[in-house]
């Protein structure tokens, strides 16, 4: 299991990073708000394949474990910040990330108070957290994955894009990824994380169908 473990999460790190210098040098051309967040959410999914990298490694520290859960929880925060952003409504988006920086505080207190320890199974993310971790951190996951769902489903139901349906089967993935070590197979986890990676690159690679959607440019304009 080793081998597969250290391939996979390789495999992982590769394409999330190639998948986060595509939404930067989208950034960049088009000077979107919202590749801002798509693409630093991104590249904390990439940064936690990496760490991903270093445990299968055996490279581990109760603080690089800690990194670890609060980086795949925030990612998930900052691609649907990133979708909310589209909509272009400041109080809405505003209350949202105001919730989301209170949730991170408190997810920050919340791994220090409450110590994971070693959730490694030879190299594997693979134990229960503390409750209360589990807890807030289903309280920026879950209303995170809510927005990127709805967002895409509302996009791909006025423009009927595929691409759409990409992006709402990779968020579910990446979003419910991190439960799925309490599997029989714990390297299930990076498997999913992988489908989940590829289905997201499918979806993000080029974002300019998400501006011919009649729904959004409602929004957009008011």
Not at 111 to 131: C, E
Not at 183 to 206: H, M, S
């Amino acid at each position: 299991m080793y081998i597969s473990v250290l391939f996979s999460t390789a495999l992982i790190f590769l394409a999330s990073s190639f998948l986060s210098v595509l939404l930067t040098m989208n950034h960049f051309r088009k000077s979107l708000r919202s590749y801002v967040f798509w693409a630093s959410g991104m590249w904390l999914f990439a940064f936690a394949s990496l760490l991903e990298v270093m445990f299968s490694l055996g490279i581990y520290g109760n603080l690089l474990i800690d990194i670890y859960l609060f980086a795949v929880a925030v990612l998930v925060q900052l691609l649907s910040l990133g979708s909310l952003a589209l909509i272009r409504k400041k109080k809405i988006f505003m209350s949202y990330a105001g919730y989301s920086i209170a949730a991170d505080i408190l997810l920050i207190l919340s791994l220090a108070l409450y110590p994971v320890g070693n959730i490694l199974t030879r190299g594997v993310v693979f134990g229960l957290l503390p409750l209360d971790v589990t807890i807030v951190s289903s309280i920026i996951t879950f209303p995170a994955a809510v927005i990127l769902v709805v967002i895409a489903a509302v996009s791909y139901r006025s423009g009927k894009d595929r691409k759409m349906l990409s992006i709402i089967a990779g968020t579910i993935v990446v979003s419910i990824a991190g439960t799925l070590y309490i599997a029989a197979y714990p390297a299930f986890l990076y498997f999913a994380e992988f489908i989940g990676i590829i289905l997201l690159w499918l979806g993000f690679v080029d974002f300019r169908f998400i501006f011919h959607s009649r729904e959004v440019n409602k929004y957009v304009n008011g």
